[in-house]
């Protein structure tokens, strides 16, 4: 084995193509509240491998940026949607699962309220999300469009999606996530209703407006909701501690 004086002379000799390399992409599952439960934001794929199959949103990464940055850029680039919340959600890694070659997905997971994906970019599409599991099982889910037919799906993303819904399950409770899928401001029906769209069933009003209440994380507005025909409801917002 060759012997290197110091570290510069050691990285001036190395040769990375010595080993194989695998590709690293980013692949990021929108998650949103719609119609009773969660959708998400798919493209059709317009290319081998996997044409005519639909997948969330991804790219490789770039030498020059991070993970991270990598992930906002795909949301930008892809979705046209900026600012929200994005988290790093689990690696996909198994040998097969892009037939070009080994390459390695880093899946992100984003929330967003419904309404800001309204205006996305072209090529992209708002599909609901049915899973067939029940609390944290987790596993494959079903998407469908808008007239309830289901869309296959490319490479690994049914499974990246309900990775993604049984990350933010068991997150619900112990961390403020809902509030990345409200406004900024909404009523405790708007809450309960997101509870209900990520865990899958109906919750108890009485129950879960005392537990959401006592929990220190919201604070009134002091304003109503307008514009709404019937009595309308105080106005919540996250408590900025909570923040």
């Known amino acids: 084995m060759q012997q290197h004086t ?3 002379e050691y990285l001036r000799t190395y040769d990375p193509t010595a080993f194989d390399r695998p590709s690293v992409a980013v692949d990021v599952v929108l998650l949103a509240p719609r119609d009773g439960g969660l959708c998400t934001v798919l493209a059709l794929r317009d290319e081998h491998p996997d044409k005519g199959r639909w997948a969330v949103p991804g790219g490789f990464v770039r ?3 991070s993970l991270d940055a990598a992930a906002q850029r795909v949301l930008r680039d892809k979705a046209g949607l900026r600012g929200i919340f994005l988290e790093q959600l689990y ?5 097969k699962r892009d037939p070009r070659m080994r390459i390695i997905s880093v899946a992100y997971y984003a929330l967003v309220d419904v309404s800001r994906l309204k205006k996305l970019s072209a090529g992209a599409t708002v599909a609901q999300i049915s899973v067939p599991w029940s609390g ?3 596993g494959p889910v079903i998407v469908h469009d808008n007239r309830g037919k289901a869309l296959p799906l490319a490479f690994d993303h049914a499974e990246m999606i309900g990775t993604a819904v049984k990350r933010v399950r068991g997150k619900l409770d112990y961390a403020p996530i809902a509030f990345e899928l409200l406004p900024a401001t909404f009523t405790l029906h708007d809450l309960q209703r997101v509870h209900e769209a990520v865990q899958g069933h109906k919750l108890n009003k009485d129950s879960f407006r005392r537990r959401v209440l006592a929990s220190g994380t919201l604070e009134a507005t002091g ?3 307008e514009a709404v025909g019937h009595r309308p409801a105080a ?3 996250r408590k900025a501690s909570h923040g």
């Open 223 to 225: 304003t109503l909701e």
């Open 136 to 138: 944290e099982s987790g």
């Open 63 to 65: 030498m020059d940026e």
């Open 91 to 95: 690696t996909f890694g198994a040998p």
């Open 235 to 237: 106005l919540y917002q």
């Open 6 to 8: 110091s570290e510069a």
